[in-house]
C-alpha cells in the first residue's frame, strides 16, 4: 500500500529525514518509536504533503501512485489520513459542516454520489459512538475549547469518518489519560480491518498495549536504525534506546 | 433568496423611516428599509426587534431610544455604500443587541450611550470589503453612569485593494463607577494591497472599572488551512470555510427571523466568494 | 475609606520633590524671546560652522509657520514663546578639555547633590557620564577610556567641532527640522546635548548617560543628541533629568536621534523625573521631546523609559524598522500624580522584510492626573512578515484622574501579524488587605503592588537605575491610595 524509499526530507538547509525506508501492507499495523527530535514527526507530514518541507531525494508510492507529486487534499481523497499531533482549532467553522464538505470532496474524487443530509448525519451519529464523542461537540467549531483528550478523540472520530486506507497517527496518545487513551486506541483498533493499515508514531510502549503492531521500528536522526516485532517496544520501554542509539553515534 | 428579493416579494412588513414607538411586546420585526430619519422608541419594558437595511447609497440619520427596563434586538444591514449615523441611548436596566454587517463602501458611526444603571449594550459587528471598497465603522460607547455593561466585536475582512477601518472608543465618566467594558476588533488582510487600520480607544476617568480592549490584524490561519487540506478540502474552499467562520459568529446572531437571516447569510457568503 | 483618603493625600502632600533645590551659580544669559537674532546669537557663542547656523535658521523660518500640536489629550496653557530665554550657561565654565579643577566647584557639589560626581574616581563604576547644566554640557566623564575603543563620547558642541563629518552626515537624518513644531524649534535653538558614536563592530564596555540639569530661571532646555552605532556596534545609553522646585512651567523641548546600523544594537533608557510642579499644579517642565531611531538590516532598538516628572510630558520614542529583520522595542512606566498629564508612546513603522516590534506600556494615573498612551503601529506595503505586539495597561489610584488609550494599527501588508491588548484596573482592596495582614503599610503594599506591576519594564533599565527607579516610583507615589 505504502512504500518508502530512501525519503530524504530538509526544512530550510537542515536535513532531518536521511534516507527512510519503509513498506506498509494493507491490513498491517505499525508503531514508529524513537528519541525526541528523530524525525517522527517529520515523517508524517512528509507523507501527508506538508509544505514546510522539501523532499530531496527519494520516493514514496501509495496505492502504486507517486504520492510526492500530489496535493495534500488530493493525497488525503485518496484516503491518507494524517491524525495530527497538536490539531489546530478552526474557530467558526462547526464540525459538521467541516466534515459535510470534506465527505463530499472525497467521494466527489472517487466518483461517487454525494451523501444526503440525512445520510451524512446518520454517519455522523454512527462514527461519533466509535469513539464515545459527545454528539454535542460536533455542533461545536472545529477543536475550539476542545480539552486535549477531546481534540485527539476528535481526530479518531474524523478518521472515523473518512474511513482512510492508511491512517498515520501522530503521538495520538500524548497528553491523554488512562480512559481517553483507551478510548481513543479502542477507536484505532474497530476501524482496523485486513483492507486498511494504520502507522502509529509514539513516544510510549503504553498505547501499544491497546493497538497491537506487526512491527515496531526505531527511528533515530532521520533513518530507521532497527525494526522488530511487538517486543521491541517492551525491550524500549525498559532499557531506553540507549543500546540501539550507542551503534549509531557519529 | 436574496435581501432585495425578500423585500420586493412583499413578505416583510416594512416602513421608510419617520418617528416609531414600540410601545407593546410584538413577536415581529420591525424592518425599515432605506430610511433617511428615523426615530425609534422602544417603551418601558417592552421587547422589540428591529431591522434597518440599507440596500442602496445613501444617508441615514437613526435614533433609537431605550425606556427603562426595555430591551431591543437590532440588526443594521447594508448592502450598499451608505451613509448612517446611529445613536442608541439607553435608560435604566434597558438591554440593546445589536448586529452589523456592513457589505459594501460603508460609513456608519455608532454612538451608545449608557445613560441609565445597569443598561447593557452588546454589539457583534463585520465588515467586508472587496475591489477597492473603504469601510468605516466607527463605534463610540459612553458609559455616563455606573454599574453599566458593554461588549463589542468588530470583525473585519478586506481584500484586493479595499481598506477598511475600525474606530473605536469606550469613554467611562468619572462617575460610572464598576463599569464593565470590553471592546475587540480583530481583522483579517487578504492579498497584498488591502488596508487595515484599527483604533481602539479607551478613556477612563473611574478607577472602579474593569476595561479592556484588544485588536488584531491577522490573515488566515495557514495551520488551519493545512489541516482542512489534509481532510480532503481544497485549498480555496478551506479559505472560504476559514472566512465564512471568522465571520459566521457575529451573522448568526441575527435575531430578526429565519428568511431574514438566511438571506442575510447569502449575502455574506456571496460577498466573501468575491475576495 | 474616605477618611483614609485625605490621610494619604496630605502625606503625599508632604512627600519632597528631593531634587528641586537651586544651585548659586553664577549664569550667563542671552536676551528673552526669539528671533533670527538670536538663533544667530546662539550658533555664534558656540562658534557653529556655517551650514548648521544655516540648519538653524531654515528651522526656525519653517517653525514660524507651524501651529502648535493640539492633537495630545493635554491640556496645555498658552505658552509664550517670546518670554522664553533660549541659552544660559554657567560663566566659569572651562575649556571641556580642562581637568575636573577647572569646574566651578558650586557646579560639582550640584551635581554630587544629584548623585552624578563629575570625578571619575567617584563615579559608578561602568557608566560615563555627559553632564548637561541648562545650556552646556559641563563635564563628560571616561572619555579617554572609551577613546580608547575609538568611541566618542562628547557634548554636542564638542563634536561639531571636533567631528563636523559625522554631525553634519547624521543631525537631522532621523528627525527633520519639519518632523514637527518642538523638533523645529528645538533645530533652531538646540544649545547642547550629547553625542555618541561607537565604530564599527565595537561593543561599548560601559553604560554611556547623559544627566540634564536645567537650573537657570526663565528659560528653556533645548538639548540635541545624537548617537550613531556603526554596523555591529552595541552601547547602552541612559539619560537622566531633574529641575529645581519653580512656580513658573519651563520648557523643555529636545530631540533624540539614533542612527542604528547594520546589525548593530542601541538600548536607550531614560528616567525622567523633571520638576513635576507642586500639588496644585503649580510650576513644572513641559516635556515635549522627539525620540525617534532609525534601524538598518539586522538591527536592534529598545526603548525604555519611567516617567515620573514634568507637568507634561508629550512624547514618543519611535523606531523607524527601515532594514530587513530589525527589531524596534518600547518599554514604558508613566505615572502621573497630583495635576501633572501625559500623553506619551510609541510609533513603531516597519519597512523592511521580517521585522518585529513589541510595546509595553504600563500607565498609573493618581491624584487628578492624565495619564493617555497614544502610539502607532504601522506596516508599509514592502514589509512582509512584520509582527508587533502592543500590551497597554492602565492603573488608576484614586477616582479624580484619567487613563486613556489612544493605538492606531494601521497595516498596508497582509502577511503582518499584529496584536494589541489593553487593560484598565485599579489596586484591588483585597490585594491591600492581603498585604496589610501580613503586615505591610499601605504605603508599603501600594508601592510593591506598583512595582510589581512595573516589573516587566524596570526589569529592562541597566540595573543600577532600575533600583533608583523602583525608589522613585514609590516616592512619587507615596500614599495615594485608599
Known sequence: MLKVTNLHASVGEKEILRGINLEVKAGEVHAIMG??????STLASVLAGNEKFTVTAGEVTFEGKNLLEMSIEDRARMGLFLGFQYPVEIPGVTMANFMKMAVAEQRKFRGEEPLSTSEFLRLMREKSAVVELDSKLTSRAVNEGFSGGEKKKNEIFQMAMLDPKLAILDETDSGLDIDALRIVATGVTKLHTSENATVVITHYQRLLDYIVPDYVHVLYKGRIIHSGDKSLALKLEKEGYDWLINDHKE | ?????????????????????????????????????????????????????????????????????????????????????????????????????????????????????????SLHGVFVGADSEHVVFDLTTRHNVSDCRSESLVKGVVSDRAAGEFRGLVYVAQDAQRTDARQTSRNVEI????????????????????????????????????????????????????????????????????????????????????? | MKEKDTDIIEQLDNSEYKYGFTSEIETEYIRRGLDEGVVRLIS???????????????????????????????????????????????????PKSGTIDDIDPELKRTFDKLGIPLEEQLALSGVAVDAVMDSTSVKTTFKEVLAEKGIIFCSMSEAVRDYPELVRKYLGSVVSYADNFYSALNTAVFSDGSFCYIPKGVRCPMELSTYFRINAAGTGQFERTLIVADEGAYVSYLEGCTAPRRDENQLHAAVVEIVVLRDAEVKYSTVQNWYPGDKEGKGGIYNFVTKRGVCHENARLSWTQVETGSAITWKYP????????????????????????????????????????????????????????????????????????????????????????????????????????????????????????????????????????????????????????QKLLAISLEGSVG
Open chain 3, 318 to 469: 519611535s523606531c523607524v524598522l527601515m532594514g530587513d529583520n530589525s527589531v524596534g522595542e518600547f518599554y514604558s512606566v508613566a505615572m502621573t500624580n497630583n495635576f501633572q498629564q501625559a500623553d506619551t508612546g510609541t510609533k513603531m513603522i516597519h519597512i523592511g522584510r521580517n521585522t518585529r516590534s513589541r510595546i509595553v506600556s504600563k500607565g498609573i494615573s493618581a491624584g487628578r492626573s492624565e495619564n493617555s498612551y497614544r502610539g502607532m503601529v504601522k506596516v508599509a506595503k514592502g514589509a512582509d512578515n512584520a509582527r508587533n505586539y502592543s500590551q497597554c495597561d492602565s492603573l488608576l489610584i484614586g477616582d479624580k484622574c484619567g487613563a486613556h488609550t489612544f493605538p492606531v494599527i494601521d497595516s498596508l501588508n497582509a502577511s503582518a501579524v499584529l496584536e494589541h491588548e489593553a487593560t484598565t484596573s485599579k489596586i484591588s482592596e483585597e490585594q491591600l488587605f492581603y498585604c496589610n495582614q501580613r503586615g505591610l503599610s499601605t504605603e508599603d503594599a501600594v508601592g510593591l503592588i506598583v512595582n510589581g506591576y512595573a516589573k516587566e519594564v524596570l526589569n529592562k533599565l541597566p540595573m543600577e537605575f532600575a533600583v533608583e527607579a
Open chain 2, 1 to 121: 433568496m436574496t435581501v432585495n428579493e425578500l423585500i420586493q416579494s412583499g413578505a416583510l412588513q416594512t416602513f421608510e423611516g419617520g418617528t416609531i414607538t414600540a410601545d407593546a411586546v410584538s413577536g415581529g420585526t420591525l424592518v425599515s428599509v432605506n430610511p433617511t430619519t428615523l426615530k425609534v422608541r422602544i417603551a418601558e419594558g417592552v421587547a422589540a426587534n428591529l431591522l434597518l437595511l440599507h440596500t442602496k447609497p445613501m444617508q441615514t440619520l437613526a435614533e433609537v431610544e431605550l425606556a427603562e427596563g426595555s430591551s431591543l434586538s437590532m440588526g443594521d444591514v447594508y448592502l450598499a455604500g451608505s451613509f448612517a449615523d446611529v445613536k442608541v441611548s439607553q435608560c435604566a436596566s434597558s438591554e440593546c443587541r445589536m448586529v452589523v454587517v456592513q457589505l459594501g463602501d460603508a460609513n456608519v458611526t455608532y454612538d451608545v450611550a449608557l445613560n441609565g444603571k445597569e443598561a447593557a449594550s
Open chain 3, 44 to 94: 555664534q557663542k558656540k562658534g557653529e560652522p556655517e551650514w548648521l547656523l544655516e540648519l538653524r535658521l531654515k528651522a526656525f523660518r519653517h517653525w514660524q509657520t507651524m501651529p502648535m500640536p493640539t492633537w495630545a489629550h493635554l491640556n496645555i496653557p498658552e505658552i509664550d514663546f517670546q518670554d522664553i530665554i533660549y541659552y544660559a550657561a554657567p560663566k566659569k565654565q572651562q
Open chain 1, 35 to 40: 528519541p525526541n527530535g528523530s524525525g517522527k
Open chain 2, 191 to 275: 492579498g497584498n494591497a488591502a488596508h487595515i487600520i484599527t483604533k481602539p480607544q479607551l478613556e477612563i476617568y473611574a478607577d472602579d472599572v474593569k476595561c479592556s480592549h484588544g485588536a488584531t490584524v491577522g490573515q488566515i490561519d495557514d495551520e488551519a488551512i493545512l489541516y482542512m487540506r489534509q481532510r480532503g478540502l481544497s485549498e480555496p474552499m478551506a479559505r472560504r470555510l476559514l472566512l465564512e467562520g471568522f465571520v459566521g459568529d457575529v451573522v448568526s446572531r441575527c435575531e430578526a427571523g429565519g428568511e431574514l437571516c438566511a438571506a442575510l447569510a447569502a449575502e455574506v457568503e456571496s460577498k466573501l466568494e468575491k475576495l
